[in-house]
C-alpha cells in the first residue's frame, strides 16, 4: 500500500503556543504590576511606621504630662484647702479683734474718765505728802531713813573697805565749787548757774549720796556728827556744834538729811581749817568726802591761782592739824589736772592706817 504523504506547511505556530504565550503575558504583566504595588505599598507602610512611631511618642509624652499635671492639680487641691483653711481662721480672728475693738470703744470713755480720776488722786496725795514733811521734822519714826536707803541698796558695798567702828565718828564733806564738776571749764560754768542747777550736778549729787550710803552703816552703838567745808567749816546743823550725835536719833538724822540735800556747792577749798576742827571734836574715825588738794590755808592767800606745789604744801600744813592716832578714810571724787592728789591721800591713808578709795561712776 503506497504510504501517504504528510503535507508540509510553512506556518507552524500552534493555538496552543499562542495561548500559553497570551497567558505568560497576563502572568508577567500581573507579576510586574504586583512588584510594582508591592513596592509602593512597602513605601507606604514605611511611611505609616513613621507616623504610628511619632503618635506613639506623642501619646507617651501626653501620658507624662497628663501624669504631672494630675499631680499639679492634687498639690494646688490641697493648697487650696489649706487656703480656705486659713481665711476661715483670719476670718474668725477678724470676728474676734472686731468684737475686741467694739468692747475697747465702748469702754474708751469710762477707761478716760478713771484715768482722770487717778490723776486727780496722786495729785492729791502728793500734796498731802508735801504738807506732811512740811508739818514737823519729828515725823520719820526711827530707823526709817535708814531702811529707805538699805531697801534701796544701802547695804551693798559699793565704797568697798570703808567700815564705820569707831565710837566716835567724824565725816568731813567738801561743799567747794570743785564739787560741781571734774572739768575745771564745766565748774566755771556751773558756777553761774542757779542753784538749782548746781544741785543737780552729778559729781555733787553723787557726793550727797556718798554721805547718805555712810550715814547708813554707822553703828547702832556709836555716835557721829557731819561737818561740811569749803574756805570754813561747820556743821551740818547749827544747833549741834561741838556735841555727838547718836545713831539712833531718827530725828537729828532727818534734819540732817534735809540740810544736806539744800546745800549748794560754793568757794575755795580748806583742809587746814576743818581738820583744826576736827582735833577738837577728839573723833576715833575722820570719814573725809572731797575732789582733790586744798586751794587755801588757814585764811586766803594774796594770789588768786595757786599751782599744783602751792596746793601740795597746803595739803601738807593742813595734815599737821589733824588728831594724833586717828584713822583717816579719804573718798577721793575725781577732778581733771590735780596729778599729785592721789599720791597726797594715798600718803595721808598710809600714815594714819586709814583708807584711801575712788569710787566708780556708777555710785551709787
Not at 25 to 34: D, E, H, K, N
Not at 117 to 125: E, F, G, N, T, V
Request: aromatic content about 6%; some cysteine; proline content about 4%.
Amino acid at each position: 500500500m503506497a504510504s501517504r504523504r504528510r503535507t508540509v506547511e510553512v506556518f507552524t505556530l500552534s493555538f496552543l503556543d499562542c495561548i500559553c504565550c497570551g497567558f505568560g503575558a497576563v502572568i508577567l504583566f500581573y507579576t510586574i504590576v504586583t512588584a510594582q504595588a508591592g513596592a509602593q505599598g512597602t513605601r507606604t507602610t514605611d511611611a505609616l511606621k513613621a507616623e504610628v512611631s511619632r503618635l506613639e511618642e506623642q501619646v507617651q509624652s501626653g501620658s507624662r504630662n497628663l501624669v504631672v499635671l494630675h499631680n499639679q492639680i492634687e498639690r494646688t487641691v490641697s493648697e487650696t484647702a489649706s487656703d480656705e483653711a486659713k481665711i476661715r481662721s483670719l476670718s474668725s480672728t477678724l470676728e474676734a479683734e472686731r468684737d475686741q475693738v467694739s468692747t475697747y470703744s465702748t469702754t474708751s470713755v469710762a477707761r478716760n474718765e478713771s484715768i482722770e480720776k487717778l490723776k486727780a488722786d496722786i495729785q492729791s496725795l502728793q500734796e498731802g505728802k508735801r504738807r506732811l514733811e512740811a508739818g514737823s521734822l519729828d515725823r520719820t519714826p526711827p530707823g526709817q531713813q535708814i531702811s529707805t536707803f538699805r531697801e534701796n541698796g544701802g547695804d551693798r558695798r559699793y565704797i568697798t573697805g570703808v567700815k564705820l567702828t569707831g565710837k566716835r565718828i567724824l565725816i568731813l564733806l567738801d561743799v567747794s565749787a570743785s564739787m560741781l564738776h571734774e572739768d575745771i571749764v564745766t565748774i566755771l560754768r556751773l558756777r553761774n548757774s542757779d542753784d538749782n542747777t548746781k544741785r543737780n550736778a552729778a559729781k555733787w549729787r553723787r557726793a550727797v549720796d556718798t554721805v547718805t550710803w555712810l550715814t547708813t552703816q554707822i553703828p547702832p552703838a556709836s555716835q557721829y556728827q557731819i561737818y561740811i567745808f569749803n574756805t570754813q567749816a561747820r556743821p551740818l546743823l547749827p544747833d549741834m556744834a561741838g556735841k555727838w550725835i547718836g545713831a539712833s536719833d531718827a530725828p537729828a538724822l532727818a534734819r540732817e538729811l534735809a540740810n544736806l540735800h539744800a546745800l549748794v556747792p560754793a568757794d575755795g577749798t580748806s583742809l587746814y581749817n576743818v581738820f583744826a576742827t576736827a582735833k577738837t571734836l577728839s573723833p576715833d574715825q575722820i570719814v573725809l568726802i572731797t575732789d582733790g588738794l586744798p586751794t587755801q590755808g588757814k585764811s586766803a592767800g594774796i594770789r588768786k591761782y595757786v599751782d599744783s606745789g602751792a596746793r601740795m604744801r597746803l595739803f601738807d600744813e593742813a595734815v599737821g592739824q589733824l588728831p594724833d592716832h586717828v584713822p583717816v578714810d579719804s573718798i577721793l571724787l575725781p577732778m581733771l589736772g590735780d596729778l599729785q592728789a592721789p599720791h597726797r591721800f594715798w600718803n595721808l591713808a598710809r600714815q594714819t592706817n586709814g583708807t584711801l578709795l575712788m569710787p566708780s561712776k556708777d555710785w551709787p
